[in-house]
């Protein structure tokens, strides 16, 4: 089982970024996928999650509006379009793959956010 996240980087107020995540070696289709992020000093923090066939979709209350998220069942792929990025949005991006009683996570992709 692998999550490989990318696309993340330095970035300025009000710039944009789009994070991947690839999946391998389980039923990609079949999983509930998430973004979480952690800031220095603080605990990890559900950003925003989709369901296995992309239908439903649910944010945090702090980037509602201006992240977006989505998949590519075909490419095993999900998504998180950012965009109107934040000086407080600076964190270690996670994606999480969970069904049930299992749960994956991706090594993370640092999104800085500084002029």
């Known amino acids: 089982v692998q999550l490989v996240e990318s696309g993340g980087g330095l970035v300025q107020p009000g710039g944009s970024l789009r994070l991947s995540c690839v999946a391998s070696?389980?039923?990609?289709?079949?999983?509930?996928m998430s973004w979480y992020r952690q800031a220095p000093g603080k605990e990890r923090e559900l950003v925003a999650f989709i369901s296995s066939a992309g239908g439903s979709t649910h944010y945090a209350d702090s980037v509602e509006g201006r992240f977006t998220i989505s998949r590519d069942n075909a490419k095993n792929t999900v998504f998180l379009q950012m965009n109107s990025l934040k000086p407080e949005d600076t964190a270690v991006y996670y994606c999480k793959a969970w069904l049930y009683a299992s749960a994956y996570w991706g090594q993370g992709t640092q999104v800085t956010v500084s002029s």
């Open positions: 070696g389980f039923a990609f289709s079949t999983y509930m």
